[in-house]
Structures are given as structure tokens and as C-alpha cells.
Nanobody
Framework: QVQLVESGGGLVQAGGSLRLACAAS????????VGWFRQAPGKEREFVAT????????YYADSVRGRFTISRDNAKNTVYLQMNSLKPEDTAVYYC?????????????????WGQGTQVTVSS
């Protein structure tokens, strides 16, 4: 079993930056792709970014490409999401998730373990 805990969320002004972390316990996630998703009030959960187990493959939603960077430190069993040039529309609860599939996935239904989420609020 894998437990995932997100941290690093908060309130930031538009144009600012935040770095989210997803720390795993109970079992290593170094063999699994990990993704970040977000859900804004009244909206469906959406894919943000994902990274392969090695870190060699990364994929981003069009809305965040060029502004967000996903990375991982398998020695620390942690995945990060660096968010720059934040916009008010980035406001959401951000979740990390680990998949037992071999390749990174963009669909939330393909992820097996989820964290509780961390709130990111971007003010205009």
C-alpha cells in the first residue's frame, strides 16, 4: 500500500510561484509513474502533469505547459510540481497520484493511489 501526502500549497499572487511536493510512504513509488491533477470548485478533476518512473518522460496539459515542471527524486520517494507564472485560473485543489501501469497516464481512472490534496489559490 502507498500513502501519498501533498504539501506546498498556499495563497500566491498572479505571476508568482509555488512548489508542490508529493511524498510517499508505506511503499516506494520509484517504480511508478506519478501524476498531478487538480480540481477547481464546481469543475471536474483535470490532468495537470505526469512523469515516468525514471523521470525521463514528462507530459503536461496544454494549459500548464511551459509554466509548470514536474520532477522526481526517487531517493527521497518524492515527486515535485514547480508552478511558475501562476494565474487565477490555476486555483484548485492539487492532487498527486501513483499508477501501477508501466507508462505515464493522463486519465485519472488509471491511477491507483491518491493523496488528500493541497489547496492552491492564486489571487489577481
Amino acid at each position: 500500500q502507498v500513502q501519498l501526502v501533498e504539501s506546498g500549497g498556499g495563497l500566491v499572487q498572479a505571476g508568482g510561484s509555488l512548489r508542490l511536493a508529493c511524498a510517499a510512504s508505506g511503499r516506494t513509488i520509484s517504480n511508478y509513474p506519478v501524476g498531478w491533477f487538480r480540481q477547481a470548485p464546481g469543475k471536474e478533476r483535470e490532468f495537470v502533469a505526469t512523469i515516468s518512473w525514471s523521470g525521463g518522460g514528462t507530459y503536461y496539459a496544454d494549459s500548464v505547459r511551459g509554466r509548470f515542471t514536474i520532477s522526481r527524486d526517487n531517493a527521497k520517494n518524492t515527486v515535485y510540481l514547480q508552478m511558475n507564472s501562476l494565474k487565477p485560473e490555476d486555483t484548485a485543489v492539487y492532487y498527486c497520484a501513483a499508477s501501477l501501469l508501466a507508462r505515464p497516464q493522463t486519465r485519472g481512472s488509471t491511477y491507483d493511489y491518491w493523496g488528500q490534496g493541497t489547496q492552491v489559490t492564486v489571487s489577481s
